[in-house]
């Protein structure tokens, strides 16, 4: 399977468009070494394809789109490598991209669970919306473990995990989570066997979850914070990294420590970086930590082969 990531940024993308973090406003100023970034987002397609199934729909997807030639095939007077959507949650970061695809001629497949579909009809009304343009064609994500595939893209199969995090500000059930809030992805090769764990957004790493991260050849997951109270020192929020569902990389019990138990060969990528993680910065103390871990971060353009 070919995995491009699209963005590889948390919501806000970096630099983020109101903040002047050393982070931000280093990067705009070209003081810093280190890589802007759009938000999180990847497309995978098999080996032998060009369609391909868009995991998330940042707001930056049309930028996405342009800047990525995998994305437009270009066969006929309209078309796109998008063969279907899957949603890991119903975050702005990771569905409001859906209105950029309204242009489709047709109903635009879309895969997600039923707490999700119910935030993106009610509290953030998108699915509604686009009943007015291309529509949407739902399938349900179910979190039994039974596997699902994606029409026009054969040979890659998924499943979905629950996973502790949090769901959208709008959601009813920011504060009492249901299972499906948010999901991690196993995606599988059925030709090669090879499989990614792709889990944006990841507060807590479960029995279940870990044993999957264990399969898996690469694991791109949660990079939003590197400390919990990242934000807080900052001055830019009240809210702590796993109070928002984000698992932070370094002390204790962080995700530099679980990674640490995964196979040596294990691709081990983190995705979804807030602006303010010092790991941004290239030349960081954390980013050599990460470095002398075998992670690495996920960038925008980057092709990942598990
Ligand atoms: C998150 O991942 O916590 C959210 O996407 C934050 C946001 O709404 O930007
Ligand atoms: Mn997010
Ligand atoms: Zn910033």
Redesign the pocket.
Known sequence: MRITVLGSA???GFPQWNCNCANCAGVRAGTLRAKMRTQSSIFVRPDDGTDGVLFNASPDILEQIRSSPVMQPGRHLRDSAIAGVVLM?G????ATGLFMLRERNSKLPLWCTDPVAEDLTQGNPVLRVLTHFCGVDRHPITLDGTSFEVPGVSGLSFRALPLS??A??YSPHRDNPVPGDNIGIVITDQRSGRSAFYA??LGEISTPVFDEMMRADAVLVDG?FWTDDEMLALGISKKRARE???LPQSGEGGMIDWMAKLPPKTRRLLI?INNTNPILDEDSTQRAELTRAGIELCEDGMLIQP
């Open positions: 948390a919501g806000g949650d975050q702005i970061d990771h995090s949090k959208a500000p944006p957004g939003t928002i569902g984000h979804h």
